[in-house]
């Protein structure tokens, strides 16, 4: 298939609470409403294989198995979501935004688990090979806020092995985010999700036109109101 005609590939990274599902929600929204395809995902998981490892990482079932084996079944579940929902989606010309992707991994088990910087690449090379997304939303907000949202949201559900973890892992989790955009930024695009949500949406939707209106394709974004 020619190159023009493969969709973008688009992720939300950030730290707990930032807003990356209901900004990955509204951004699928507008570009439907321009009549793009769009396919979203979310990781872990995005895929059935990768769903049921997502279920074992979730509920701490391979925390006694320690990092470098949660590194690696986060790897796992990559390469099935990889394989079996990105790439045959991209294929089709869809633009495929998800929520967390290969950062999440450099973040949380490289950056605050320690794992080394040399496996995280390798891992993440077996993975998802020359994939790359087009675009990545980092949406930044200061600690408290985020996890006073995200407990707000899950007031009567279970905290998940994430969640559980201290607030100094978190702001170090946010300095990891602010680093890896710092190192890319071509890729990477870092948004303040502290604004109300439609302003945070107004802000993604302003970075989206600039960095991805395909100049060989018939939608004109900008012209249209979304
Ligand atoms: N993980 C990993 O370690 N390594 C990896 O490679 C990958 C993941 C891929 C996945 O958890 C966990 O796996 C994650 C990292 C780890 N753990 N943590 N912690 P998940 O998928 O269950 O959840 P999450 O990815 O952390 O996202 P989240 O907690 O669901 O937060 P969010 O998606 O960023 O936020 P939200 O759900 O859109 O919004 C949270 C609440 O805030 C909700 O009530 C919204 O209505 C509200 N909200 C959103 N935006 C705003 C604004 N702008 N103002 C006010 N309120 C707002």
């Given amino acids: 298939m020619p190159s023009q005609l493969r969709g973008r590939f688009i992720t939300f990274e950030g730290g707990e609470g930032t807003g990356k599902s209901t900004q990955a929600a509204i951004l699928a929204d507008r570009l ?3 009549g793009i395809g769009v396919r979203t995902t979310r990781e872990p998981g995005g895929s059935p294989g990768a769903e049921i490892i997502r279920h074992v990482l979730l509920s701490g079932a391979a925390k006694p198995l320690g990092v470098h084996a949660e590194a690696i079944l986060f790897a796992a579940a990559r390469e099935d979501h990889v394989r079996h929902t990105i790439e045959p989606a991209l294929k089709k010309g869809l633009w495929v935004i998800c929520d967390r992707f290969a950062d999440s991994t450099r973040v949380y088990q490289g950056a605050l688990g320690n ?25 930044d907000l200061p600690v408290e806020a985020g ?14 092995r994430f969640e559980e973890e201290a607030i100094d892992f ?5 300095e990891a985010y602010r680093d890896i955009a710092e190192q890319e930024p071509d ?11 439609g302003i945070v949406a107004d802000a993604i939707w302003a970075v989206v036109n600039a960095r991805l209106r395909p100049a060989e394709a018939p939608l004109v974004i900008e012209d249209v109101a979304p």
């Fill in 187 to 197: 890729r990477c695009v870092v948004i303040d999700a502290g604004k109300d949500i």
């Fill in 32 to 34: 439907r409403a321009f």
């Fill in 147 to 160: 996890l006073a949202r995200a407990a707000q949201r899950n007031a009567a559900a279970r905290r998940d």
């Fill in 170 to 174: 978190h702001r170090k989790l946010r």
């Fill in 115 to 139: 794992v080394d910087g040399r496996v995280i690449k390798r891992l993440e090379r077996i993975a998802v090979g020359s994939l790359k997304p087009d675009l990545t939303i980092v949406l």
